[in-house]
């Protein structure tokens, strides 16, 4: 029963880290989507907006609560290697943030500071895309949930169904392999 029980813990503990970092990820997830389309403002607008400082305020927010929730984990042996690189995607998320705000009063798109944006926007990316390998249920997208597979109809021959709550042909996306 020994062996048993100390698996049971381990698995357990796996169980319980995978929520905490579940919520984790999610957070990092939409703040890098949030600082993603502030890099894209700040490369393609002329014009500094408020709004888009509102949007970096709310993004600073959520990178220490990010940082907060990923230091808060408490990864497991077999967790460990996923919990760097969600430690990874904290610091280069909050690494983005304070370029994004060194990026706010330049004037000339090839300043370099542009380049350490993208950069750090890229290694939170990378980092967020190795947990989805590292553990189950770590994915960034889920083509089901998103709108356009719920409200399009269906169309002729490509097998996509307007309800993609079903499951067509094992794909729980609704999008069905057009090969036979």
Do not use: W
């Not at 703040?31 to 607008?45: D, E, K, R």
């Not at 500071?113 to 895309?129: E, K, P, Q, V």
Request: charged fraction near 20%; include cysteine; glycine fraction near 8%.
């Amino acid at each position: 029963m020994g062996v048993y029980s100390c698996v049971g813990v381990t698995e357990q503990s796996l169980l319980r880290y995978a929520d905490a970092a579940r919520d984790a990820q999610r957070l990092i997830s939409q703040t890098l989507t949030q600082l993603s389309g502030y890099a894209l403002f700040l490369l393609t607008s002329r014009r500094q907006a408020a709004l888009a400082e509102g949007a970096l305020a709310g993004a600073r927010q959520a990178v220490m609560q990010a940082a907060e929730a990923v230091r808060a984990l408490q990864a497991p042996e077999p967790a460990a290697h996923h919990y760097h690189h969600m430690r990874g995607a904290a610091e280069t998320l909050m690494e983005a943030c304070a370029a994004a705000t060194a990026c706010r009063g330049a004037q000339d798109r090839s300043d370099k500071r542009f380049d350490t944006l993208t950069r750090a926007l890229r290694a939170t990316s990378d980092h967020l895309r190795a947990t989805t390998r590292l553990l189950p249920g770590f994915e960034l997208v889920d083509f089901g949930q998103a709108c356009c597979a719920t409200h399009a109809p269906r169309l002729s021959g490509q097998g996509i169904e307007s309800n993609s709550r079903k499951s067509v042909s094992g794909s729980p996306s609704g999008i069905a392999s057009t090969r036979r």
